[in-house]
């Protein structure tokens, strides 16, 4: 299995609201990303999890909240969120940091609007 | 600090006809390079990656690109170009240097005419 899915692929939220994003991959990455891509630019990363720790965050606002439950699982929770943050998120894993070489493999992507 | 630069963000070419979309990289160390495609509404695919070794390098769907350390480019090629080739492509490069973190070029649209 060379895949990374995610879900929802569409979430549409109000500036209240609290939502998830789920992704999950099985190809025994050691290493998950999540990123935000607006459109037309690269992807900007957000979060990164090695091992199931925390590795790094890129100053992302509060308001997102990831979560690696286990090795094959990444959440971002998201609370009281901005138009501006409306976007394409990305999720990512690769094998492990470790490796330069090692390419990430994406999902699809959950397309959030924010009202 | 490791940089990509893409520097055109649209080419154009007729279906049949060879592509090439540019890249050039900047970074300390050695250079990890990658090609990645997206379509409309969909995630990066991985094409190809240049690691070490022969400076040309194949990848998925009849895309190479070809590795120049003297000129610091990694150029995507294919010598014939099909309609189902338009998407959004995007050069990355990841440096030991740089806490391993894939960095983005601004990405080059392919449009291909029938």
């Known amino acids: 299995d060379t895949e990374v899915t995610q879900t929802p692929k569409h979430l549409v939220m109000g500036m209240t609201n609290k939502k998830s994003l789920k992704c999950e991959q099985h190809?025994?990455?050691?290493?998950m990303y999540w990123y935000k891509q607006k459109a037309k630019k690269p992807p900007e990363l957000m979060f990164v999890y090695s091992y199931e720790k925390l590795s790094i965050n890129e100053s992302v606002p509060s308001r997102f909240s990831p979560e690696c439950p286990n090795s094959s699982l990444l959440n971002l929770h998201l609370h009281a969120l901005q138009p501006e943050d409306s976007a394409l998120y990305l999720c990512?894993?690769?094998?492990?940091?470790?490796?330069?070489?090692?390419?990430?493999?994406f999902g699809p992507g959950t397309r959030l609007t924010v009202l | 600090a490791q940089s990509v630069a893409q520097p055109e963000d649209q080419v154009n070419v007729a279906e049949g006809n060879p592509l090439t979309v540019k890249c050039t990289y900047s970074v300390s160390g050695n250079p990890y390079l990658f090609w990645y495609v997206q379509y409309p509404n969909r995630g990066l695919q991985f094409l190809l990656k240049?690691?070490?070794?022969?400076?040309l390098v194949k990848g998925s769907y009849g895309f190479e690109a070809e590795f120049n350390k003297s000129q610091t480019s990694f150029h995507l090629k294919k010598p014939s170009a099909l309609v189902s080739d338009s998407a959004l492509y995007f050069c990355a490069v990841r440096d030991r240097n740089a806490g391993n973190m894939l960095t983005f070029g601004g990405g080059t649209r392919l449009m291909v005419k029938p």
């Open positions: 190809m025994g990455h050691r290493a």
């Open positions: 990512a894993s690769s094998q492990d940091l470790g490796a330069s070489y090692n390419e990430q493999f």
């Open positions: 240049y690691i070490t070794g022969d400076n």
